[in-house]
């Protein structure tokens, strides 16, 4: 039972453009939604996170968007730069008191100089 | 720099025989998980520690054991790996609910 599902595996973006990686979850429980980036031989690193009560949030390049009533939320990069290019995971926690994190199956982005 | 080290990067172990892999942190945080992460997989939650409070996740085997013997130090024992252990397994922390976790860069674990 996969909770959270990131639909495309991998995604090709022409550098300067937009990127939008988009996650769906099923667990109206959740109320915590965060993105990893990940590059080869690393761990996941942190990139950006957004709360239930909020429906956007921004740091610097990154955007995340979230529709609660979609159950739907979206990672958007502009401009898209080479060093982007990883795969990113996204990931949901909820009910108050819960830590744990339900992560998705990761999107690959490649971004084309 | 505070961050969450993982040791071995690469371990090879043998059928059947029993391997620990660890994890430390300098970021004083107070939870420390462990995930086991197969290519093009979601990295799956074991069990994590909060403080002392060990939480097994459901579906773990029995075959893994964790230990904390204090805030900065976590330990993966894998008492009779089989040819489905071999994985990514990574080691992270944070501060508790409604925080981001942060990750070591996992140990690849490879069965012969």
């Known amino acids: 039972d996969q909770q959270v599902k990131q639909n495309s595996p991998s995604l090709s973006v022409q550098e300067g453009r937009i990127s939008i990686l988009n996650c769906d979850y099923t667990?109206?429980?959740?109320?915590?939604f965060l993105w990893y980036k990940k590059y080869p031989a690393e761990g996941p690193t942190f990139l950006i996170s957004i709360s239930s009560i909020k429906d956007k949030n921004e740091d610097g390049r990154f955007t995340v968007f979230l529709n609660k009533s979609a159950k739907h939320l979206s990672l958007h990069i502009v401009p898209s730069q080479p060093g982007d290019s990883a795969v990113y995971f996204c990931?949901?926690?909820?009910?108050?008191?819960?830590?744990?994190?339900?992560f998705g199956t990761g999107t690959r982005l490649t971004i084309i100089p | 720099d505070a961050m969450v080290i993982q040791n071995p990067r690469y371990q090879v172990t043998q059928f059947g025989k029993p391997v620990t892999l660890s994890c430390s942190q300098t970021?004083?945080?107070?939870?420390m998980y462990w995930y086991q992460q197969k290519s093009s997989q979601a990295p799956k939650l074991l069990f994590h520690?909060?403080?002392?409070?060990?939480?097994n996740e459901a579906d773990t085997p029995d075959n893994f054991q964790s230990r904390r013997p204090n805030t900065s130090f976590c330990f993966l024992d894998i008492r009779s790996p089989g040819l489905g252990d071999a994985a990514m397994y990574l080691c992270?922390?944070?501060?508790?609910?409604?925080?981001?976790?942060?990750f070591g860069d996992g140990t690849r674990l490879s069965i012969l």
């Open positions: 970021l004083n945080h107070n939870v």
């Open positions: 992270a922390t944070s501060r508790g609910t409604g925080q981001p976790q942060h």
């Open positions: 667990n109206s429980m959740f109320d915590y």
């Open positions: 990931a949901a926690s909820g009910d108050f008191g819960n830590e744990k994190l339900t």
């Open positions: 520690y909060y403080d002392k409070d060990f939480n």
